[in-house]
């Protein structure tokens, strides 16, 4: 079987993050539930590893939940229980603010690289058993298999997060959209009351006028 070092820095980092990190498995159809409970939700892209500093940048491309005024956010890893985007890649990411405006992103979040590499998503595959030697094809297959199968459930996870981080921000808008046009309602019911009132002053002051002409005609 060839060695993959991918599958050896896999092996090396999953033992410690799930020993930091008592986190509970999430279904997918809470995903995006559980990540809208944090302070800020993007659909964003990985530029920038300073893995001395452990510190990772993100362009912002969708923001789904938050306020920040710029197109580049950045992480600071602070603790074992944090997520490490190591690879430049397209990410959902769910977190909360430092006081110093960068963001920690849990391990215990749903957040997510495009692909898992990187990310602290993949488990080690099982450990199977072979009697001669011949078999290392045999093991060398079920590696493969074992990565596309995660590949694909991550991929799978991934769209279904995009399609409903975007369904909530429509409806979101819509939201919006209706307490807008409501206050603009209750705005214009006001004036229209105002002017209803001025009028009627006016046509009173007028009417009181014309009467106290006639009564000094007399």
Same mark, same amino acid.
């Given at each position: 079987?060839?060695?993959?070092?991918?599958?050896?820095?896999?092996?090396?980092?999953?033992?410690?993050?799930s020993?930091?990190?008592?986190?509970?498995?999430?279904?997918?159809?809470?995903?995006?539930?559980?990540?809208?409970?944090?302070?800020?939700?993007?659909?964003?892209?990985?530029?920038?590893?300073?893995?001395?500093?452990?510190? $990772? %940048?993100?362009?912002?491309?969708?923001?789904? &939940?938050?306020?920040?005024?710029?197109?580049?956010?950045?992480?600071?890893?602070?603790?074992?229980?944090?997520?490490?985007p190591?690879? @430049?890649?397209? *990410?959902?990411? /769910?977190?909360d603010?430092n006081?110093?405006? %960068?963001?920690?992103?849990?391990?215990?979040?749903?957040?997510?690289?495009?692909?898992?590499?990187?990310?602290?998503?993949?488990?080690?595959?099982? &450990?199977? @058993? %072979?009697?001669?030697?011949?078999?290392?094809?045999?093991?060398?297959?079920?590696?493969?298999?074992w990565?596309?199968?995660?590949e694909?459930?991550?991929?799978?996870d *991934?769209? $279904?997060?995009?399609? @409903?981080?975007?369904?909530y921000? @429509?409806?979101?808008?819509?939201?919006?959209?209706k307490?807008i046009?409501? %206050?603009k309602?209750?705005?214009?019911?006001? /004036?229209?009351i105002?002017?209803?009132?001025?009028?009627?002053v006016?046509?009173?002051s007028l009417?009181?006028?014309?009467? &106290?002409?006639?009564?000094?005609?007399?």
């Open positions: 079987m060839k060695f993959s070092p991918l599958l050896f820095f896999l092996i090396l980092s999953f033992p410690n993050y020993f930091s990190c008592d986190c509970k498995t999430i279904d997918r159809e809470n995903m995006v539930k559980t990540g809208l409970k944090h302070e800020i939700v993007f659909y964003g892209e990985v530029i920038e590893v300073d893995s001395i500093k452990k510190k $990772y %940048t993100f362009r912002i491309i969708e923001l789904f &939940k938050g306020k920040y005024n710029s197109q580049f956010i950045t992480q600071k890893y602070s603790g074992n229980c944090s997520k490490i190591s690879l @430049k890649q397209l *990410w959902i990411v /769910y977190a603010f006081e110093d405006k %960068t963001i920690e992103v849990s391990g215990c979040s749903p957040s997510t690289g495009f692909k898992p590499y990187g990310s602290d998503s993949i488990p080690p595959p099982p &450990k199977i @058993k %072979t009697a001669q030697k011949t078999d290392d094809q045999i093991k060398s297959l079920f590696f493969y298999v990565d596309l199968k995660f694909n459930r991550n991929l799978q *991934w769209i $279904y997060q995009l399609e @409903k981080l975007r369904a921000k @429509k409806s979101q808008k819509e939201i919006s959209d307490e046009i409501a %206050t309602l209750e705005t214009y019911s006001q /004036y229209i105002i002017s209803l009132i001025v009028n009627i006016l046509f009173l009417l009181f006028v014309i009467l &106290k002409k006639k009564n000094f005609a007399k």
